[in-house]
């Protein structure tokens, strides 16, 4: 069969109704058999799913890997980004153009088992517009672990307490959640915050979650720490609170230190003696203050951000076989090409 008989046979590809989006970087040694789990365990769902792989600038072979698999299948479809931008901002950009019913998303590193799909689907057909794979026991390694909490105590007042413990990289959710966050541009991103602004039926099931065999976690500690305060100053007041709780306090122990000052000289006759007294005093409501205004500053600089309309993401290069008659995700892509 000649190259333009494979290519119109592509074409004429029904529209899929399960669409996978995979934010990948530096997974070169990993893709194919990524491709291949995958594949094995979507045929069933759907012979015609697309995985969509979204290609974070991770500096290794990754690309080229993504086009000798989507030339080898016409249901994959390979995005590239013209710089990196997070595993989130690439996850917003496979969800933005996915065409299917339905959206799964996974890690590339396979410790998110892709045989475990079916299990996620069987959930959301139950009257639920998000399901979370939550694994029986994680495996990232201690620093990941404890970031992963701390990241999940920022989410619960943007997401409630039960949802929020039981986010993950495995979820799968109604594609038309999306239309909640249409127009977002905000270059801090969060899958999981977006997906409240649609719904409130959230679900879980436990999934098995392996260990990484290839290569490591991309998340070094000052990203996992960056990660974890971008969540909790971009989608949630709780700093905000907190600086107004520890302001309170601070004011309080004033007045009572001052009551203290005032009793003992009009008692005694005498004065609080000793400059160390003051200069504690002093540098303890001075660092009180600088770190309410650090919080301030945070937030100050997020409207900044969001004033320069900076995108979450750009799109380099694409490479795909098919191109649906019925493509809902085309227009939002193409306004974020560069």
């Known amino acids: 069969m000649n190259a333009t ?83 989130h901002s690439a996850l917003l950009c496979g969800i933005r153009a996915a065409c299917g019913e339905v959206v799964v998303t996974l890690d590339d590193d396979l410790q998110n088992p892709p045989e475990e799909i079916p299990q996620l689907l069987n959930k959301l057909g139950d009257g639920y517009d998000v399901v979370y794979g939550k694994p029986r026991r994680e495996r990232h390694g201690f620093l990941r672990d404890m970031a992963s909490r701390v990241t999940k105590l920022a989410l619960q007042s943007a997401m409630g307490a039960e949802t929020a413990s039981n986010v993950s990289a495995f979820r799968a959710f109604r594609t038309r959640l999306r239309e909640s966050f249409s127009d977002y541009r905000s270059p801090t991103v969060n899958i999981d915050v977006l997906l409240t602004w649609g719904t409130t039926r959230f679900a879980a099931v436990t999934v098995r979650h392996d260990e990484r065999q290839v290569g490591t976690s991309g998340y070094t500690l000052r990203k996992l720490v960056t990660h974890a305060l971008n969540m909790m100053t971009g989608f949630s007041t709780l700093p905000l609170q907190m600086a107004s709780v520890v302001g309170f306090v601070f004011a309080a122990m004033g007045f009572v230190l001052l009551a203290y000052v005032l009793g003992r000289y009009f008692i005694s006759g005498s004065s609080v003696p000793g400059f160390t007294f003051l200069a504690s005093i002093i540098a303890i409501f001075s660092g009180v203050q600088l770190f309410a205004l650090g919080i301030f500053g945070e937030y100050l600089a997020r409207m900044h951000f969001r004033s320069m309309e900076r995108p979450p993401y750009v799109v380099g290069r694409e490479r795909m076989a098919v191109k649906h008659a019925s493509y809902p995700g085309e227009r939002n892509l193409e306004s974020h090409k560069s």
């Open 5 to 87: 008989a494979v290519d119109q046979r592509a074409r004429r590809q029904p529209a899929p109704t399960l669409s996978i989006v995979v934010p990948v970087y530096r997974s070169a040694q990993t893709l194919r058999e990524l491709h291949r789990r995958i594949a094995a365990a979507a045929e069933p769902l759907d012979p015609h799913f697309e995985l969509i792989l979204v290609e974070d600038c991770g500096g290794d072979d990754s690309w080229q890997v993504i086009e000798a698999i989507a030339q080898e299948d016409p249901r994959v479809r390979g995005i590239q980004l013209s710089r990196n931008f997070g595993q």
